[in-house]
């Protein structure tokens, strides 16, 4: 560790009980990598594996593009959704997603315009944005 490093740990262990174990592998959903040049790979490919399994879309037919081009979203497109909460965890464990996944950046935010009143609409472009992770977890 260098001499700045070992100040801060010290610093924070006088105030918190403190114990350092070694590198970070895995830390909230994000894993770590650690290379020779001291740079490090963050990627999230264990938090997306799970996700698709839980929104059951782990077995759907991938798609390039998260979001069709030219795609406007409204509030009155189609139908309510009979369970928004589906909706709601979806989006938000999508944006969690974002962290190591910026290219869905948009496609999150644009949905997640509709969290309070969602539609069928914003619900299959959630499940587009998830088969577009489907098939690239690797280039997480």
């Known amino acids: 560790m ?11 262990n006088s105030i918190f009980s403190l114990k350092v174990v070694g590198d970070l592998d895995y830390f909230l959903g994000i894993e770590v990598t650690h290379h020779a040049d001291g740079s ?3 990627t999230q490919s264990k938090y997306l594996r799970d996700l698709l399994a839980k929104t059951n879309i782990d077995e759907a037919n991938p798609i390039a ?4 081009g030219g795609c406007k979203l409204s509030k009155s497109s189609s139908e309510r959704l ?5 909706y709601i965890s979806m ?6 997603a974002t962290i190591t996944r910026p ?8 949905v997640c ?14 499940k587009r ?11 997480d």
């Open 2 to 12: 260098t001499k700045l490093i070992r100040t801060l740990v010290s610093l924070i």
């Open 40 to 42: 490090l790979t963050l």
């Open 65 to 68: 593009p998260p979001m069709v």
């Open 82 to 86: 009979s369970n928004p909460t589906l």
């Open 91 to 96: 989006v938000g464990a999508l944006q969690y």
């Open 103 to 110: 290219e869905i950046n948009f496609s999150i935010n644009e």
């Open 113 to 126: 315009q509709f969290m309070f009143n969602p539609l069928e609409k914003h619900c299959q472009v959630v």
């Open 129 to 139: 944005i998830l088969r577009h992770l489907n098939g690239s977890i690797t280039l």
